[in-house]
């Protein structure tokens, strides 16, 4: 029936046609020829004390805390972020930062730039900061 109300049939993706001496398997052993190999791995970890503002619940700690990791999150989406201590207390709050790179530079340089993002908000006040950096070999 031709008009508006005919049946489509159901959507399917069309696949790419295979380039001109070109074949998958071709093109896999490309990547692994030219990957870049690292041979260190380097961990940072950095451990935030944080005094929250007026907080007078649990709740509005939550409230406090997620915009703040979710920004972390978003500025550097390679860093695993979360809230690692101080759960049951009101006003205080832990935030343990990781990062995993295969230099140590870049390790202590994204964890600087997390922090400094973090220090500057200013409804938190910024206690303590630890860096620790994990070698392989360690």
Not at 24 to 30: I, K, Q, V
């Amino acid at each position: 029936m031709p008009g508006p109300f005919r049946r489509r049939p159901p959507h399917r993706p069309r696949r790419a046609a295979p380039r001109a001496g070109n074949t998958a398997g071709d093109h896999r052993r490309f990547i692994i020829e030219n990957a870049e190999v690292i041979d260190q791995v380097y961990v940072g970890a950095l451990t935030l004390d944080l005094l929250l503002g007026d907080v007078q619940s649990l709740k509005q700690k939550r409230s406090v805390l997620r915009p703040i990791i979710a920004e972390v999150q978003k500025h550097f989406p390679a860093v695993a972020v979360a809230e690692t201590g101080g759960n049951d207390l009101y006003r205080r709050a832990e935030i343990g930062v990781a990062v995993v790179s295969g230099t140590a530079a870049n390790c202590t340089q994204v964890l600087d730039r997390c922090e400094r993002l973090v220090a500057g908000r200013p409804e938190i006040e910024l206690l303590s900061a630890r860096q620790r950096l994990f070698h392989d070999e360690d």
